[in-house]
């Protein structure tokens, strides 16, 4: 009778598998064994990074490069020294960041009160933070949207994506990674996830810049003539819309344009101050505004196929 080939059924009896199977059947299994050690899911980017660094301390690759030719007890020792590789850097990094990045790409975090030091110190500039205004429709990591009842700031993301400004994604680093915010160090992917933050733990343009009364009083007159919420009620009536809508968006380019111009403000450190431009806002709510070269503001509706 013909020699039956071992076929690698790992989980009925790992111990034959290990013996007997080639190096992919042991790959697998220590994959598998991995998983369970870590008390992580194959997938995230916290178990890739975890067995990147396993596997080069106990010198995985040649062992799976040696595994078909190793003897029984080689094999054993091999299997040994991997798994001790596993428990120790488990010990090491249960309850600690590894900085595998996955957080970082979803989104930036959101600024806490906390944070305000990192403003003092100048980690965080103008030029780094957007304010996100009462009404605007903001969309959660599990993709659930909502309408916001305060005024929140954000670190910004790279443009066309959701990765955190500060994040290099080439090398996996974070560049203030030692000085990041609150929300970045409540992130805990290894076990329960963080709570929300409260309402009143937010970071708002109040606590930076009310003291500075000629930045403070401008943004107040531009909250009292171009806040989003009177905006979007006002187009449940698009014809007494109009009225404020031309209001609201002639003001709005115009503080834009002399922060700009006058002051010498970055368009990015002008979207801090004053949150992103009204026709942005209103392209969401299917309107488009295009000022005309008559100094005036054209309203659209938007085709719902149109990208921008």
Not at 16 to 24: F, I, Q, V, Y
Not at 148 to 153: A, K, M, P, Y
Not at 255 to 270: D, K, N
Request: proline share 7%; charged share 30%; net charge negative.
């Amino acid at each position: 009778m013909a020699k039956r080939k071992f076929l690698g059924k790992v989980h009925e009896d790992p111990e034959t598998a290990l013996a007997r199977g080639p190096r992919e059947v042991m790959a697998s299994l220590w994959q598998e064994y991995l998983s369970v050690i870590l008390e992580e899911a194959k997938e995230s980017r916290r178990f890739q990074v975890l067995q990147a660094e396993i596997e080069k301390a106990a010198g995985f690759p040649q062992i799976f490069k040696d595994w078909n030719d190793l003897a029984l007890e080689a094999r054993a020792s091999a299997w040994r020294r991997l798994l001790a590789a596993a428990r120790e850097r488990h010990l090491a990094t249960r309850e600690v960041c590894v900085r595998c990045g996955e957080c970082c790409e979803i989104s930036s975090p959101t600024l806490l009160q906390p944070d305000l030091p990192l403003f003092q110190q100048e980690i965080l500039t103008w030029n780094e933070v957007y304010t996100l205004r009462p009404g605007e429709t903001v969309s959660s990591r599990e993709k659930e949207t909502t309408a916001l009842q305060e005024e929140r700031l954000k670190v910004r993301e790279v443009p066309g994506s959701r990765q955190c400004w500060f994040y290099l994604a080439a090398t996996r680093a974070c560049r203030i990674h030692e000085h990041r915010p609150e929300q970045c160090r409540r992130q805990n992917c290894w076990g329960e996830p963080a709570p929300a933050p409260e309402p009143g733990e937010f970071l708002n343009r109040r606590h930076l810049l009310e003291k500075v009364p000629e930045i403070w009083e401008l943004i107040l007159a531009h909250e009292e003539r171009c806040a989003l919420r009177p905006v979007i009620r006002a187009l449940e009536d698009p014809e007494a819309a109009q009225d404020l809508l031309f209001e609201a968006l002639h003001f709005d380019h115009y503080l834009r344009q002399m922060l700009t111009q006058e002051w010498g403000l970055s368009p990015t450190a002008v979207d801090f101050l004053l949150g992103r431009p009204l026709p942005e806002f209103l392209k969401g709510l299917g309107l488009s505004a295009t000022f005309t070269p008559e100094g005036v503001f054209r309203l659209e509706r938007r085709d719902p196929a149109a990208k921008n």
